[in-house]
């Protein structure tokens, strides 16, 4: 259950109560919101008094629902914002990996003359061979952040330990969550502790319900900013790399009230569907892309069968307009 407290409960009222209902104990800028497990559908009685509203839920989606909060939650992101009433679909593009200097330079700057707010490239790489580039890890925080100053964009990285939590959120705006990490309880309650957006990717054999469950250890840990990624997820299908779940995509964005964003790079793992994917995800009418982009995609050190070259990515982005136009969207 979620229980809106009056907004004139002081903290240690808030935190005496929450002892009592065994809730987690959330301040989400106007008022303290207790959260727990229980499904009963009155309220309990030591809570009377002192509460505002009550919601009681049968399964876990719970401060993420569209129960809880009818509307898209709004985050703000440097200057642009997603979800609330804006309609905005934003576009994030970039590398799978920081590699060099020159390499996100020449991203960054294709970012720029495309008006393209929000930069990716991963400085720690989750990868599934010991033996491959794992990223630069700090030194790649530090590359990217040098990006963020010189062209004024917003930079998401993903995290692959908890540790790593505080240097991403000094030298980058979101966190991002991926798919191999997406059940790590440390980075995930890190991340409620944190106040910047988190990106958190669905794992590839997660199901929608596991997925949400995920988010709301980042939303009961009290960081509201919360962003869904659908990657892909596994299926019976080899011809490629994995399969995008648009009707996921559905559910995602009927029962939660959290910005979706959609990848299909890593969900196709060839360039070659990647635009097409990208239409048919600005279509479906979420809250962001995120699209893998190299300036030289045949010597990436990671990912380099799905990333697009420059000139696809511009091809690419130019058609994304009057796709979301004709849904009543905006490409930022
Ligand atoms: C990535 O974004 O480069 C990445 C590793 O993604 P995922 O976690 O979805 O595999
Ligand atoms: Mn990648």
Redesign the pocket.
């Known amino acids: 259950m979620i229980i809106n407290l009056k907004n004139n409960i002081e903290e240690s009222k808030a935190q005496e109560l929450a002892v009592q209902a065994e809730a987690f104990c959330i301040f989400d800028g106007a008022k303290y919101v207790l959260i727990n497990s229980s499904s009963v559908k009155e309220l309990p009685q030591f809570l009377e008094g002192y509460t505002a509203e009550f919601f009681s839920f049968d399964n876990d989606l719970q401060l993420g629902s569209r129960k809880y909060l009818p509307e898209t939650r709004q985050i703000q992101i440097g200057n642009v914002q997603i979800g609330g009433g804006t309609n905005n679909t934003m576009v994030i593009g970039g590398p799978?990996s920081v590699e060099s200097e020159e390499q996100i330079k020449s991203s960054a700057s294709l970012m720029k003359e495309l008006g393209v707010n929000i930069l990716r490239a991963?400085a720690y790489?989750?990868r599934t061979s010991p033996y491959s580039f794992q990223g630069l890890g700090l030194e790649g925080l530090k590359l990217l952040a040098k990006m963020r100053d010189k062209y004024g964009l917003s930079i998401i990285t993903?995290v692959r330990d908890a540790t790593q939590v505080d240097d991403i959120i000094e030298y980058a705006d979101i966190i991002?969550i991926?798919?191999?990490s997406m059940y790590d309880h440390g980075i995930l309650k890190k991340c409620g502790k944190a106040k910047q957006p988190v990106l958190l990717?669905r794992g590839f054999g997660t199901t929608l319900q596991e997925f949400v469950q995920a988010a709301e250890f980042i939303l009961s840990g009290g960081n509201q900013n919360v962003m869904l990624c659908e990657?892909g997820i596994r299926t019976f299908e080899t011809k490629t790399r994995f399969t995008l779940d648009l009707c996921g995509v559905a559910y995602l964005k009927e029962h939660t009230n959290l910005p979706v964003v959609l990848?299909p790079s890593?969900a196709m793992g060839y360039a070659y569907g990647v635009a097409d994917l990208s239409r048919a995800c600005v279509a479906m009418g979420v809250d962001g892309l995120i699209v893998e982009v190299h300036p030289n995609p045949k010597i990436a050190k990671s990912?380099a069968s799905q990333q697009l070259n420059h000139d696809e990515f511009r091809d690419l982005l130019a058609t994304l307009h009057p796709i979301a136009n004709a849904i009543g969207r905006k490409i930022i």
């Open positions: 799978c991963g790489k989750p993903e991002q991926g798919a191999k990717k990657r990848d890593h990912d």
